[in-house]
Nanobody, 129 residues
Framework: EVQLQAYGGGLVQAGGSLKLSCAAS????????IGWFRQAPGKERVGVSCISRSDSRTSYADSVKGRFTISSDNAKNTVYLQMNSLKPEDTAVYYC??????????????????????WGQGTQVTVSS
């Protein structure tokens, strides 16, 4: 059974930084992608960033480009989301998720939640102004 555990959230002032981690276990796919999503109170869940395990292709939402960086440590089956220059509007519960990825298709990983089959619990990120 695939399990994802997200952690690293917290309270930070605007302009500060946080690094989220997503540890994956029980994955039997030959390859997979990990995505980060966030959901603010009263709003829909949206994709933030994703990375594919084999070819490290990444994708970012426009709202976080230049501020967030996704990376992976395949030996640890862990994906990181470094968040810099945080803004109050980044406040949300952040989730990581996974789906089977096929590198031979040449496509980047998806930022659409419906493509993901496995979800971890959320971690709260609060950015104060």
């Amino acid at each position: 059974e695939v399990q994802l555990q997200a952690y690293g959230g917290g309270l930070v002032q605007a302009g500060g930084s946080l690094k989220l981690s997503c540890a994956a276990s029980g994955v039997t796919f030959a390859d997979y992608a990990i995505g980060w999503f966030r959901q603010a109170p009263g709003k829909e869940r949206v994709g933030v960033s994703c990375i594919s395990r084999s070819d490290s292709r990444t994708s970012y939402a426009d709202s976080v480009k230049g501020r967030f960086t996704i990376s992976s440590d395949n030996a640890k089956n862990t994906v990181y989301l470094q968040m810099n220059s945080l803004k109050p509007e980044d406040t949300a519960v952040y989730y990581c998720a996974a789906y089977e990825y096929f590198a031979h298709t040449g496509t980047t990983c998806s930022l659409y939640g419906h493509n993901y089959d496995y979800w971890g619990q959320g971690t709260q990120v609060t950015v104060s102004s």
